[in-house]
């Protein structure tokens, strides 16, 4: 039976979000059952992941913070990386961090194959 991969993902800059997850389906190809799930930001993937956690074997979190000119940048990546560390630690289950965190868009552009490596550390982790 294939393992089963949530792939959650905040859809606010769209482009970046579809670029990674499209180097993420490309990673874990057809050897695992693959659902995604939107939200609207990156600080709702920890508490999107925390009800499903559950359902899948491994989750990938997808999405982009570009920084502005307050320090909102700073709080939500730092928010949402501890959420899901802690939600994986406790929960013993692997989530790749693919949010990526730029200081504008050109860098997010460039960085859009990023989901393939949080892909890479699922997989990885699903294989202990």
Known sequence: MKKKILIVGSN????????????AINKLNKK???????????????VAISKKIKKYDGFLALGCVIKGETPHFDFISQAATNAIMELSIQNRKPIGNGIITCLNMQQAIKRKKKGAEAAEAVISILSI
């Open 32 to 46: 695992f059952k693959c659902d995604q799930l939107l939200v609207p930001g990156v600080f709702e993937i920890p």
């Open 12 to 23: 606010y800059y769209n482009q970046i979000y579809f670029g990674l997850f499209q180097s």
